[in-house]
């Protein structure tokens, strides 16, 4: 089970890795995570990778991560009279509720919503940014805008609104169908599109339960002006750099990213970087130079996880991006500055019993440099507040249940064990030796340090910290 880095790796399936040779190869490169992309694909493809995936763990005997991406509510335009017109810049043109096919002058938007939420002087981005529209009439039922960025635009490409709070659920008709649909068959995390703000995330909650954890997608730069709030009530975050940087500059979006990072570590929630990692190995087996120093900024940066998209999902190299993606997070977690920087970004102690003792787990191991650090865990908690202390060792986390394992995949530095419960300290004391041992992480004689909670099986308990020596 063991991997030789922290920082872990997501990929997405697709058509190019739906067979379970191609899932089997992409674990052994290094995936952590498969995410599963609902805004392609049927129900029964995706059902059929999660139980591949499931066979592939099984074989291995490693907790694998599956992260259900839900498409959320896209606003698209309508359809044209010979599917595509042409825009001119400083011309006129209206979106309305008109289903008729549109024209250079006017086109569909069905989405009452939006109008609802436009100010005369609103900027409108559509086709990922290419054109640019801005508002200066609007009723209840149109827009008419002054054309900022003018070209072709085809149908039922997709709308930004940025800087306007849009009044509509994080959850479609189709998404509620898809995430009942993924909780019925196991899935561990659930990302949610277009948060903006954090009551995005009390809605789907009300819907998960504790059935998988809550993963939130910044997409929208209202959702920057929510950060914090939007951290406290999810489980983790995705810094979806692809549509942030439709509706925000460019040159905003490394600061964003960093800003997030630094977010998520001092609340101890995982956080993955998302879109064009390794953007040219859709097509090409090697990285761009640019691609790799962009992986290696993120990890440097303090990122749980990075994620490959298209290039795992649809390219013709899905494979050796998992691999140069593994390679490039073992170089940099090899580098003695990455450590420094890690060391000096470290957050702040929290009050409280569990932060107490993971803080003085930090100092340990530092001062006695143990094999490793092993957790006990029943909702993932303890492990959690372990991994935010970046310990300069890995972390199994040990687990009586196999949905807090699959979860904690994608925590930094954790190896996540399933494992019996404990009844006392001293079996505790044995089970953490004996994981150490045959899963390869410490050898005889070698010091380990465990963390865990007094009583056993009861959450958010962590009071008890123990140093031990595996067995000759």
Not at 113 to 132: M, P
Request: hydrophobic residues 45%; contains cysteine; aromatic residues 4%.
């Amino acid at each position: 089970m063991k991997r030789y880095r922290n920082a872990k790796i997501v990929a997405t399936l697709g058509p190019a890795s739906s067979d379970k040779a191609t899932i089997r190869k992409l674990f052994d490169a290094g995936v952590d995570v498969f995410r599963f992309n609902f805004s392609h694909g049927t129900q029964d493809d995706h059902l059929r990778r999660l139980k591949a995936i499931r066979e592939v763990e099984a074989e291995c005997g490693r907790p694998i991560a599956v992260l259900l991406d839900l498409q959320g509510p896209k606003i698209r335009l309508g359809t044209f009279d010979g599917g595509f017109a042409m825009l001119a810049a400083h011309e006129h043109f209206r979106l309305d509720l008109d289903p008729a096919p549109g024209n250079s002058r006017r086109a569909p938007l069905l989405h009452p919503e939006v109008f609802a939420a436009l100010q005369v002087g609103s900027e409108l981005l559509l086709d990922d940014g290419k054109i640019r529209l801005r508002v200066i009439d609007k009723q209840r039922d149109f827009a008419d805008t002054e054309v900022l960025v003018g070209g072709r635009i085809s149908d039922r490409k997709g709308v930004n609104v940025p800087d306007v709070m849009l009044p509509i659920s994080v959850l479609t008709a189709k998404d509620r169908e898809d995430l009942a649909f993924g909780l019925e068959h196991g899935v561990d995390w659930v990302a949610l599109s277009f948060v903006q703000r954090p009551e995005d995330i009390d809605e789907a909650r009300r819907l998960i339960g504790s059935k998988a954890w809550v993963m939130a997608k910044l997409e929208k730069p209202l959702a920057i002006d929510h950060l914090a709030g939007i951290v406290e009530r999810c489980d983790g975050l995705m810094v979806a750099r692809g549509d942030l940087g439709v509706e925000l500059p460019a040159e905003k979006i490394p600061e964003i990213q960093r800003r997030i990072i630094r977010a998520c570590r001092e609340a101890g929630k995982p956080v993955i970087v998302a879109t064009q990692m390794l953007e040219s190995m859709i097509a090409s087996p090697v990285p761009t130079r640019a691609e790799t120093s962009d992986v290696a900024g993120a990890i440097y940066a303090g990122a749980d996880a990075v994620m490959l998209s298209a290039e795992s999902a649809s390219g013709q190299y899905p494979v050796e991006a998992v691999s140069v993606m593994n390679r490039i997070i073992e170089q940099v977690e090899l580098d003695p500055e990455y450590r420094r920087g890690i060391d000096a970004s470290h957050a702040a102690v929290e009050s409280g019993p569990a932060d107490a003792i993971c803080s003085a787990l930090r100092q340990v191991v530092r001062v006695i440099e143990p094999a490793v650090t092993v957790t006990y865990t029943s909702s993932g908690f303890t492990s959690l507040r372990a991994a935010r202390e970046r310990v300069p060792t890995a972390i199994i986390a040990m687990s009586p249940s196999l949905q807090v394992c699959r979860q904690l995949a994608l925590a930094w530095g954790v190896h996540a064990l399933p494992f019996r419960n404990a009844h006392d300290v001293q079996e505790m004391i044995a089970l953490a030796q004996q994981a150490a041992s045959e899963e390869g992480f410490a050898k005889a004689g070698e010091s380990i340090v465990i963390a865990a909670g007094l009583p056993f099986g009861e959450s958010g308990t962590t009071n008890l910290l123990h140093i031990a020596r595996c067995d000759d």
